[in-house]
């Protein structure tokens, strides 16, 4: 609950894999979208459901879902076309179908089909507007169809856990370049590590995100590179952990003098 975090901690700094740069990151929230017969058809009626004369109204949810798909595909491009963010290639904004599962057995129509999808939205969008983004476009597919009008597919997004519930939400996180913590966090890497501060996008996901769903500002910064990432025997060079507890260590003595 927002309230209870009250009152917000001034800056959040996430060591996580940056490879020492200073970064943001992009969104992902995984959803389930269920197209779902309220009848059960044997098999057998198929030739009914699906020629002229048939007279039987019904559909078979696999199917449904295979429109519903190369519409996901269809706002998928016209992101890549429309949207943009500095940092990122064109077409981050991808809307994976991931998992499928559909049918309940060979001598029935299938009754109800599942998509599971993975969505990566930029860092100045909120998973609330992709969600709505997505419904909307669905619905006004659905809307043109005679079964999924009146049978439209259902929505659930995110959860706690990808293994638990299959289902999560990593919020997205920008960087406010001239929020006093980064300069700060900056000078301190370039005077101690003699290099550059580099500010920049993470390719992945973080908890960063859930400081700025709190409106708190944050940063990615830690070492290790992404290659290294969830491994085996996953691993970061001695040389730059040690670059990297030097110049925390400064930061948190300079942050914490610092006068509010």
């Known amino acids: 609950d927002r309230p209870t975090l009250e009152p917000l901690a001034d800056f959040a700094v996430v060591v996580d894999t940056s490879n020492l740069h200073m970064q943001g990151q992009g969104g992902v929230i995984t959803g389930w979208i269920t197209v779902k017969s309220p009848q059960t058809f044997h098999d057998a009626t198929r030739r009914q459901m699906i020629h002229a004369g048939g007279r039987l109204f019904g559909a078979s949810a696999i199917e449904k879902m295979m429109k519903i798909v190369q519409s996901l595909q269809e706002l998928e491009r016209h992101w890549a076309v429309m949207k943009t963010y500095e940092g990122y290639p064109?077409?981050?904004?991808?809307i994976n179908p991931a998992v499928i599962e559909g049918g309940r057995h060979a001598a029935f129509i299938a009754d109800e089909c599942r998509l599971w999808i993975t969505v990566h939205f930029y860092p100045n969008e909120t998973h609330e507007q992709i969600i709505k983004e997505i419904e909307e476009y669905i619905g006004k597919v659905a809307a043109a169809d005679p079964w999924l009008s009146e049978n439209p597919p259902q929505f659930k997004w995110g959860g706690e856990s990808m293994i638990v519930d299959r289902?999560?939400?990593?919020?997205?996180?920008?960087?406010?370049?001239?929020h006093t913590a980064v300069k700060t966090l900056s000078s301190v890497h370039e005077s101690i590590l003699s290099k550059n501060a580099i500010l920049d996008m993470s390719a992945t996901v973080t908890d960063g995100g859930w400081f700025s769903e709190f409106h708190i500002p944050a940063v990615i910064y830690g070492p290790g590179t992404l290659e290294e990432a969830h491994s085996i025997?996953?691993?970061?060079e001695v040389e730059q952990l040690?670059?990297?507890?030097?110049?925390?260590t400064a930061f948190i003595y300079e942050w914490c003098h610092m006068k509010k």
Do not use: Q
Not at 167 to 178: A, Q, T
Not at 233 to 236: A, D, F, G, W, Y
């Open 90 to 94: 064109s077409g981050t904004t991808t």
């Open 242 to 248: 040690i670059e990297f507890t030097k110049v925390i």
């Open 167 to 178: 289902g999560e939400i990593f919020p997205s996180l920008e960087i406010d370049s001239e």
């Open 233 to 236: 025997n996953e691993k970061v």
